[in-house]
């Protein structure tokens, strides 16, 4: 720091400034004070206790005050605060004043560096009333009672951190929403700021985007549709319902719809009501810098408000946004089977090829790895004959489903709940059986080390290896446990998947809609038979395995 040459004032020739700071947290304290009959931080009672005290003090000329509303004392960079600095700095204040030592601020280190350092060596006075601290009769570092106060008023802030950041944890946990701001599609109820919404204007967007992706749009392909259609974008949206919004993603000084805001609404859990927060954070109360806390560590919150986006279509566009999917030339959309087809030898993805012979244009899938040359054989498969068969083998498996679905409506849906329950009890119970298993094994390990039968390297592998087993054990209970709540609940989540095959019964064409919708992955085979994985194809074949059973009993 600085080195300034002290100035020297005669004491009639102290020019004060008086400095008042009310954080939040010290509003809420005032209006139980208040009620009580105690005296406020208030900033008017700060003013009024300093005016009193210049009253009896007339070698001390008041020329010029600053405050700081809502603003924490662990908070240098205050706007009233500089410009009580920028008098110091500039020489025409040699004399601060405050109500005590926690309206400076309330962290040690930086509160003793300007009461120590700062001030005096620009020959500043400084003036605690309430704390009786006045620089003039003695140096803050020869007073023991001023270091003792700046640590209670840090470890004040400390103490106020902890219960606050707890506060908040509960709250999210709860599933209560903590933003200034809701996303895109929602908005805070009047009733309660702390629910979600849903804002139908915006929320018909989503919808729009999430449609446009299924039918095969590219996400400049859809930002180009909605910046044509005149379509405000998030942050202008906001603005124009009056919310003094401001984004730090523009990127254009007219802002539009971009790729980037796309990703963000087609990637976010928020749109099938699944609430995520805490995902960025500061490490503690004297640092202020943001930064992106673990996933361990964000606080989710399933089921927590009204959902926009159906969970089985926003499951499908994830899958696809991590495809690796091009667009030919000359077209809006992508080709049906984009991304959907594999070797069913390597494994690598088909690419599309085309070759003209005469005037005539051919297209056709070859092997990724073949067209490298990376050993594997060609799997060539004309795209028309290809997209004949696998709208075909759609057409039965629509069928097979529909049938599923009228042999359940006969024997009642109701016992086919409850044989389902019954059989994800069983699956539920052998996990738990392995979890069980699994945390034994790990308990176990420390006492193998313990007793040379295996070595440090060993115990370390060994346990990260049962750990993450018993993650992802875990992590398979909660999903059989939520599947199970839906068939308890009679969810419409649980029963959609039939409702996806229904929509597209009489099919013609193949669409990208309807290919996305039904299918996980085509497998080409070399002699040019297919293998279709087919979405919801476990959900298929539990209904067939239960619904044979349950024919057999009847008939």
């Given at each position: ?24 947290d010290?509003?809420?304290?005032d ?7 105690r ?44 410009s ?8 025409s ?9 926690s ?85 805070k ?29 590219s ?118 089977l ?19 012979r ?23 498969f ?5 997209e ?42 052998k ?51 939520l599947?199970?709540?839906?068939i ?43 293998r ?24």
């Amino acid at each position: 720091m600085a080195v300034y040459e002290k100035q020297s004032f005669a004491p009639e020739e102290y020019r004060a400034m008086a400095y008042y700071r009310l954080s939040k947290d010290d509003k809420n304290e005032d209006r139980g004070r208040d009620r009580e009959g105690r005296v406020s931080d208030s900033i008017l009672n700060q003013r009024k206790l300093v005016h009193a005290y210049l009253k009896s003090h007339p070698g001390i000329t008041l020329v010029d005050e600053a405050y700081d509303d809502g603003y924490s004392g662990t908070n240098y960079d205050r706007p009233g605060f500089r410009s009580v600095l920028e008098k110091v700095q500039s020489g025409s204040i040699n004399c601060v004043i405050v109500k005590d030592l926690s309206r400076l601020g309330r962290e040690y280190i930086e509160t003793g560096k300007y009461l120590e350092m700062i001030f005096p060596s620009f020959g500043v006075r400084f003036i605690a009333i309430n704390d009786d601290v006045d620089s003039e009769h003695s140096t803050a570092g020869d007073d023991l009672i001023i270091p003792i106060k700046n640590i209670m008023n840090e470890s004040y802030c400390r103490e106020l951190s902890r219960k606050l950041r707890n506060q908040f944890r509960i709250q999210r946990g709860n599933g209560e929403f903590l933003g200034a701001f809701a996303s895109y599609g929602y908005c805070k109820s009047p009733d309660d700021k702390h629910k979600l919404i849903v804002d139908e204007y915006a929320a018909e967007v989503v919808r729009g985007i999430f449609s446009l992706k299924m039918k095969g749009y590219s996400q400049n392909g859809i930002a180009d549709f909605l910046n044509r259609e005149q379509v405000l974008p998030p942050s202008e949206y906001k603005k124009s319902l009056g919310m003094n919004y401001k984004t730090g993603f523009r990127t254009a000084a007219q802002p539009k719809w971009s790729v980037v805001t796309l990703n963000r609404i087609l990637t976010n859990p928020l749109y099938i009501g699944t609430l995520i927060q805490g995902k960025r954070g500061t490490p503690n109360y004297k640092i202020k810098k943001m930064r992106m806390r673990s996933e361990e560590d964000w606080v989710v919150a399933a089921h927590n408000h009204p959902a926009i986006i159906d969970p089985q279509i926003f499951a499908v566009v994830q899958k696809m946004m991590e495809r690796d999917t091009r667009r030919p030339p000359h077209r809006e959309v992508l080709l049906p089977l984009a991304g959907i087809l594999f070797c069913a030898d390597c494994g690598r993805s088909l690419l599309r090829r085309t070759v003209t012979r005469g005037e005539q244009k051919y297209c056709y899938y070859v092997c990724a790895g073949y067209k490298k040359g990376e050993g594997c054989s060609s799997h060539s498969f004309e795209q028309k004959k290809l997209e004949e068969t696998v709208l075909h083998a759609l057409t039965q498996q629509i069928r097979v489903v529909v049938e599923l679905e009228q042999l359940a409506v006969e024997i009642g849906r109701n016992k086919i709940d409850r044989i389902r329950q019954e059989r994800m009890d069983v699956r539920i119970a052998k996990k738990e059986q392995d979890l069980d298993r699994d945390k034994e094994f790990r308990l176990k390990l420390y006492e193998a080390l313990h007793d040379g039968l295996i070595d440090r390297e060993e115990y370390d592998k060994m346990r990260s290896r049962y750990t993450q087993q018993i993650e992802d054990t875990q992590k398979a209970i909660d999903k059989l446990r939520l599947a199970r709540e839906e068939i308890t609940l009679g969810s419409g989540a649980d029963h959609n998947w039939v409702l996806q095959f229904i929509k597209y019964e009489g099919i013609t064409k193949l669409t990208r809609e309807a290919v996305v919708t039904l299918v996980d992955r085509i497998y080409v085979y070399e002699d040019r038979h297919i293998r279709i994985e087919f979405n919801y194809r476990d959900e298929i074949a539990a209904y067939q395995e239960i619904l044979q059973a349950k024919a057999k009993e009847v008939g």
